[in-house]
């Protein structure tokens, strides 16, 4: 059970008894702020549900999306994360569940009916909730996990969308400012800030803010650059603890396959190092807010199995380096449709059933980043035009973020927004028609009962969250 609110001393957090608490869990992303390759759909979150509106008309809209919402997670979903030990849910959201971009700073008392209900239901089994931002006004970052559908991210250069932000965190520390079993705030997922200065500026404001309504919850503040660098940071906030994402891309197709040499693991180790950085050297509690693998799927992959053990055995390396510095953690993905989750669509379910030929097409055409797969016809548009760029512009793949090269840039822009979202009436399409009931039985397909657990995965997050304190 809670001790009181958590709290920073020193490089630790600390429940009111002083004593340390190390926060392991996982996200549920993809439900309160809809990822592509999580749930099927192609292009961003606004124009999905836009496309959804038009083909089922108001009252089947809202109807599918509050069943969809509810049956992604329910009691069932918190006894299973607690039975494997683990203690921390972080809950992304989009800024629209709250408020209009033509109605703004009206707040939607209705945007709190599913996030409530999963506070209080992972409270109930004892499990803290960490309530994070993923998408804000004008976006925070050029990537479609902020529901940017352009390679902008206005936030920066708009003091009204700031603002917003800030007004919004306010309203939301005002609710949940009482509740101990919400470790805190996240208000920036995966920041990019081409100037590096204002995204610290903008964390010394809404810390000021939030502070002057709540003054029990810790900021979890992610670093710049997708939570991956630090220039800029030059002080510690009070009761902060800074974040960072530590993905490999080892545990990803396009990268090396990981067979646990011993210059791998040195690798992994000094990739976590110099993310961390900023907080060893300001002796502050560390947070890898996202780190995970996507697994290779048993009906097309040949290797399937082999892949996966290696990528376990990734998982499971990485944990040994966040428990050897004793940080806390939170692994991307709770639950999705086969690629990433903790748990996943039953390929039986008739969401996956009726998405399939859609799911097919997106990994013929490449229309999501992280479902991806070798093909020849994509591949043969794509290199000539990245070669041409890079020959006439060679500073062109230094452009910001400058994690990313040419090909990720034209990728980007061309193909997970441009051409992804000229196919999201055909995803629409697929739910024409349908009743009530047809809805419903698709909601259905993501409720704990109906979804396949991956044990492998389990396994390792067991055993990793009953490691020492």
């Known amino acids: 059970m809670a001790t009181g609110f958590l709290s920073v001393k020193g490089d630790t957090i600390v429940n009111e008894d002083g004593e340390g608490v190390v926060l392991r869990g996982a996200a549920l992303g993809g439900w309160m702020n809809m990822e592509n390759?999580?749930?099927?759909?192609?292009?961003?979150?606004?124009?999905?549900?836009?496309?959804?509106?038009?083909?089922?008309?108001?009252?089947?809209?809202?109807?599918?999306?509050?069943?969809?919402?509810?049956?992604?997670f329910t009691e069932a979903d918190a006894q299973f994360f607690a039975e494997l030990g683990l203690n921390c849910l972080r809950l992304p959201f989009n800024y629209r569940h709250f408020e209009d971009d033509m109605n703004p700073r009206?707040?939607?008392?209705?945007?709190?009916?599913?996030?409530?209900?999963?506070?209080n239901l992972c409270a109930e089994k004892g499990i803290y909730t960490i309530l994070d931002m993923h998408a804000v006004p004008g976006g925070q970052n050029p990537d479609w996990h902020s529901d940017n559908p352009t390679g902008y991210a206005a936030f920066w250069d708009y003091k009204d969308h700031q603002d917003r932000t800030v007004w919004l965190w306010e309203q939301i520390a005002l609710r949940y400012r009482n509740n101990p079993y919400v470790a805190g705030y996240n208000p920036l997922n995966e920041p990019c800030d081409p100037e590096h200065v204002r995204l610290p500026?903008?964390?010394?404001r809404v810390e000021q803010a939030i502070r002057a309504v709540d003054g029990n919850h810790i900021l979890w503040l992610d670093g710049n650059t997708f939570a991956m660098e630090w220039k800029g940071f030059d002080e510690v906030l009070p009761n902060c603890v800074y974040a960072m994402h530590d993905y490999s891309s080892m545990g990803f197709p396009t990268g090396d396959r990981y067979k646990g040499t011993a210059d791998q693991k040195a690798y992994l180790e000094r990739?976590?190092?110099?993310?961390?950085?900023?907080?060893?050297?300001?002796?502050?509690?560390?947070?890898?807010?996202?780190?995970?693998?996507v697994y290779a799927d048993h009906t097309i992959d040949v290797d399937a199995e082999t892949v996966n053990q290696e990528r376990y055995n990734l998982l499971g390396d990485q944990l040994r380096i966040y428990d050897k510095y004793n940080i806390s953690w939170s692994i991307w993905l709770y639950k999705d449709i086969g690629l990433q989750g903790?748990?996943?669509?039953?390929p039986e379910s008739k969401w996956n059933k009726t998405l399939k030929p859609f799911l097919d097409k997106k990994k013929d055409f490449w229309l999501d980043k992280w479902g991806r797969r070798p093909a020849s016809a994509p591949e043969a548009a794509l290199r000539p035009l990245v070669d041409w760029i890079d020959?006439?512009?060679?500073?062109?793949?230094?452009?910001?973020?400058?994690?990313?090269?040419?090909?990720?840039?034209?990728?980007r822009n061309v193909f997970y927004t441009f051409l992804a979202a000229s196919f999201v009436d055909d995803f629409a399409a697929l739910f024409r028609g349908m009743s009530e009931k047809d809805l419903e039985e698709l909601a259905r397909s993501f409720h704990f009962e109906g979804c396949v657990q991956r044990e492998g995965l389990n396994r390792i997050l067991r055993d990793h969250a009953h490691a020492s304190k």
């Open 37 to 72: 390759f999580i749930t099927g759909f192609s292009g961003h979150e606004a124009q999905h549900r836009a496309a959804m509106l038009q083909a089922l008309g108001p009252e089947k809209y809202e109807f599918f999306f509050d069943k969809w919402l509810e049956y992604f």
């Open 106 to 119: 009206v707040l939607k008392e209705s945007g709190f009916k599913h996030l409530d209900r999963v506070v």
């Open 201 to 204: 500026a903008f964390y010394e």
């Open 271 to 293: 990739s976590y190092l110099r993310k961390a950085q900023f907080m060893t050297e300001n002796k502050t509690p560390v947070w890898n807010g996202e780190f995970g693998p």
């Open 342 to 346: 903790m748990i996943y669509t039953n």
């Open 391 to 411: 020959s006439v512009s060679p500073t062109a793949k230094d452009t910001y973020p400058t994690s990313w090269n040419t090909e990720l840039h034209v990728m």
